[in-house]
């Protein structure tokens, strides 16, 4: 593709973008920058976890983006007995009606384009185990097959934070497979006005289909050909390896983090960073982009130290403090 191509591909997705993210803001009121880290998670070609009370929307989310984008939605309430042939689907015994017998596969819930994980903290570590090899390859092992998942294939998980009985924190593993940590706040005042008087009358707007699987697949293709330049690449790395206790240049949070972001954070910023110009309309990343996503993409693959929360230290306040000292920015709240 020739740069005036690309530069033209660019520019028309970002319109039909535009176009996603009004259908979706008609039904998910005054939340635009959760909407913004949603829409970047799918089109970097990645998960989403996303973290806020009950009652924020955050179902009404998921379910507004699979009918905007084009994508075969399932929803899994996660439950402390559910089970992981409940996700993944099993096998079954059929005799036919000559006495032959034979096993059956029946798929399960994630064999689908946009799998809703419903309040995921609340299956057992065995039941979350059931969608790593999901998440990170595509694909699940059942019976010793191997069944391919999509292309598109996306997960998009809740999480309430507040610590309740019959809840389990995620493995580090899982964690790092989300791409971003979407947190979703309170509305403001006048959002939540609009709400009222948007969800309490006589009729409701609805979501419009923008996307289909195939456009949207074009569009991560698409994300992934965008320049980026050498100075943001090198500010990618030098923001990943400042926030590892471990290496030089993160020495001084030595006893503040027990751990750092792995190589899968500077990978989910390199694509990030690309989604959020995209979707402001850019035609390349820059500073402000690794800044803004800074947050999103390492805090949920970062952990304080026992005495930094001692301290009352949070990982946003960090991230933020090292952001700006490495990006010479003001970091994105």
């Not at 997705?13 to 829409?39: H, N, P």
């Not at 509305?187 to 456009?215: C, N, Y």
Request: glycine share 8%.
């Amino acid at each position: 593709m020739s740069d005036a191509s690309l530069v033209q591909a660019i520019e028309s997705l970002g319109q039909k973008l535009g176009l996603a993210r009004a259908s979706v803001a008609g039904r998910f009121i005054g939340q635009e920058e959760v909407v913004e880290l949603t829409m970047a998670a799918l089109l970097s070609g990645g998960h989403a976890l996303l973290v806020g009370l009950p009652g924020l929307g955050k179902t009404l989310l998921v379910d507004t983006l699979s009918t905007v984008m084009g994508l075969k939605a399932n929803r899994i309430q996660f439950t402390p007995d559910l089970m992981p042939a409940d996700i993944l689907g099993s096998e079954v015994l059929e005799t036919a009606a000559d006495g032959a017998r034979s096993f059956r596969f029946i798929p399960g819930p994630v064999f689908c384009e946009l799998l809703m994980a419903d309040e995921i903290n609340r299956a057992s570590p065995r039941t979350q185990s059931a969608l790593l090899q999901a998440m990170q390859e595509r694909e699940v092992t059942i019976a010793g097959v191997q069944r391919k998942l999509g292309p598109p294939f996306h997960v998009l998980a809740t999480q309430n934070p507040i610590e309740q009985e019959g809840t389990y924190p995620l493995p580090e593993a899982q964690l790092d497979r989300f791409l971003v940590q979407v947190d979703v706040p309170y509305p403001t005042r006048a959002a939540e006005r609009d709400i009222l008087l948007a969800t309490t009358g006589a009729s409701q707007t609805s979501a419009a289909q923008v996307f289909s699987p195939a456009e949207l697949i074009a569009a991560q293709e698409l994300v992934r050909r965008m320049p980026v330049g050498e100075k943001v690449v090198e500010a990618i790395l030098d923001l990943v390896r400042a926030c590892r206790p471990s290496e030089p240049e993160g020495r001084d949070l030595a006893e503040t983090l027990a751990w750092g972001p792995g190589p899968r954070a500077a990978q989910a910023l390199m694509l990030t960073v690309r989604a959020r110009a995209l979707l402001r309309g850019g035609f390349a990343p820059s500073l402000e982009d690794v800044a803004a996503m800074a947050k999103p993409v390492l805090e949920h693959r970062m952990a304080l130290s026992f005495a930094a929360r001692a301290r009352g230290e949070t990982l946003s306040a960090v991230i933020a403090r090292v952001t700006a000292r490495t990006l010479g920015l003001e970091a994105a709240a």
